[in-house]
T-cell receptor, first 113, second 112 residues
Framework: GDSVTQMEGPVTLSEEAFLTINCTYT??????LFWYVQYPGEGLQLLLK?????DKGSNKGFEATYRKETTSFHLEKGSVQVSDSAVYFC????????????FGQGTRLTINP | KAGVTQTPRYLIKTRGQQVTLSCSPI?????VSWYQQTPGQGLQFLFE???????NKGNFPGRFSGRQFSNSRSEMNVSTLELGDSALYLC???????????FGPGTRLTVL
């Protein structure tokens, strides 16, 4: 079945550092790919998405590019802030079926001032 | 537009009891999905409803059930609660044909 693998956390960075969180996927079809973020005590927020190969999703300074050849969707940000501290989830959805997200295990990110 | 709302936000139950959680999707969204989030298993898909019909189901026992009403609001029920059912239960809604789901704040269920 479909699956998503994220880099293990936790990740701790200093403010203004460059961020990369790796995500690779396995899918039989042509899934849509997503990054969600979860702040403490809250639900998940959709951060960005890409629906086909070579698409780049971007939002709030975060970017990720759908790489079909490497089955990857790595999350990047050029200069992180303390407010970016949260748990980040990579996910895929195969719209050939119903609306069902398959999530990675999540990566906890802490940014120190 | 108002976001996805879930009630109640917190619940404490004892083993053997049953519980019903409620979810109101974003206006115009007819698909509602439910997920269970635990530290050990992460985020796992429970089921999805669309137009009052269960369209997809995850790998959970029959104690977990759900339904959807004509106004797209959804409920999930867990019967004969077990300690392992303690989790954050998240509801998400989406627009048919549009990739991406929008999540509510979740219901934190504690089973004692």
């Amino acid at each position: 079945g479909d699956s998503v693998t994220q880099m293990e956390g936790p990740v701790t960075l200093s403010e203004e550092a460059f961020l990369t969180i790796n995500c690779t996927y396995t899918a039989t079809g042509y899934p849509s790919l997503f990054w969600y973020v979860q702040y403490p005590g809250e639900g998940l927020q959709l951060l960005l998405k890409a629906t086909k190969a070579d698409d780049k999703g971007s939002n709030k300074g975060f970017e990720a590019t759908y790489r079909k050849e490497t089955t990857s969707f790595h999350l990047e940000k050029g200069s992180v802030q303390v407010s970016d501290s949260a748990v980040y989830f990579c996910a895929l959805s195969d719209l050939m079926g119903a609306q069902k997200l398959v999530f990675g295990q999540g990566t906890r990110l802490t940014i120190n001032p | 537009k108002a976001g996805v709302t879930q009630t109640p936000r917190y619940l404490i139950k004892t083993r053997g009891q049953q519980v019903t959680l409620s979810c109101s999707p974003i206006s115009g969204h007819r698909s509602v999905s439910w997920y269970q989030q635990t530290p050990g298993q992460g985020l796992q898909f429970l089921f999805e409803y669309f137009s009052e019909t269960q369209r997809n189901k995850g790998n959970f026992p029959g104690r977990f059930s759900g339904r959807q009403f004509s106004n797209s609001r959804s409920e999930m029920n867990v019967s004969t609660l077990e300690l392992g059912d303690s989790a954050l239960y998240l509801c998400a809604s989406s627009l048919e044909g549009t990739p991406g789901q929008f999540f509510g704040p979740g219901t934190r269920l504690t089973v004692l």
